[in-house]
């Protein structure tokens, strides 16, 4: 069974785009309710939205099945990323607007868990450790650019409005400083988009877990603002936010291959 598409590219560029699958099991389906059938957490339409990045040779990784399947951006013992937070879990029984995915007496058990976790869960991140050695084998360093999206009001997740661009490095953990100083330039000399750097979303475990920047291997998080490139209320893709907000994607991902230790 497959469970994601890896496009495999030259440059030193791995995009990972881990919440962009929409597919449910035909066993787990009659499991859920009615409203997270239509998997609305899914981050729209991010793999189309990176899809010019093939053209600056970059890898592109993508699932096929819902993060509520499994959520391949959480860790395997589901320690929680936000500690004190609200956030959604490995295998998620609370949806972003806080209502249920499961039908009562319908959530995974431990051994759903564990089998997801090997259907999965593991072929995704094996995927992303066996790209990361492939480019590194090339490149002398290489970046990790996790790309995600969400409503930019979620009550359940923080308050008010998010940032239009929410660049996450761990704390500045993840990746080599003078890299996150030349991205927040990128964000800075813009004018279109409110942006910040570790915010509410720092980077999740791929962010955290892969990027080892003594090692050479660089990771990052970008979390946009789904009004940057969709209408919110309908649920469809705008063309022109879209070119607009690539002009700026295509700059941040410039300047990270451009970086040289």
């Given at each position: ?79 929680s990323l936000y500690p004190g937070q609200n956030t959604t ?173």
């Amino acid at each position: 069974m497959q469970t994601f598409n890896l496009s495999h590219g030259t440059a030193p560029l791995l995009i990972s785009l881990p919440h962009d699958g929409t597919a449910i099991p035909a066993d787990l389906v009659g499991r859920l309710t009615e409203d997270a059938r239509k998997v609305p957490d899914t981050d729209w339409f991010v793999s189309r939205l990176y899809g010019f990045a093939r053209s600056l040779g970059a890898s592109i990784l993508v699932p096929v099945h819902s993060r509520y399947v499994v959520d391949l951006n959480r860790p395997p013992d589901d320690t929680s990323l936000y500690p004190g937070q609200n956030t959604t879990g490995l295998c998620p029984t609370s949806r972003f607007d806080g209502g249920p995915v499961y039908l009562a007496g319908h959530e995974p058990k431990p051994k759903d868990i564990e089998d997801r976790v090997e259907r999965y869960w593991r072929p995704y991140h094996q995927a992303i450790s066996a790209e990361l050695h492939r480019l590194k084998m090339l490149h002398k360093r290489v970046l990790l650019w996790e790309g995600h999206s969400i409503r930019s009001r979620c009550p359940f997740l923080f308050e008010g409005t998010l940032p239009d661009l929410n660049l996450g490095t761990a704390g500045g953990a993840s990746c080599d400083p003078a890299l996150q100083s030349r991205l927040q330039r990128v964000l800075l000399d813009q004018a279109d988009y409110t942006e910040v750097t570790n915010g509410r979303f720092k980077g999740g475990y791929i962010t955290r877990h892969y990027g080892q920047p003594d090692k050479g291997i660089d990771a990052v998080q970008l979390e946009l603002a789904q009004s940057t490139y969709m209408d919110e209320a309908t649920g469809k893709w705008d063309e022109a936010r879209a070119l607009k907000l690539q002009g700026v994607l295509r700059k941040l991902l410039m300047a990270g291959l451009a970086y040289e230790h």
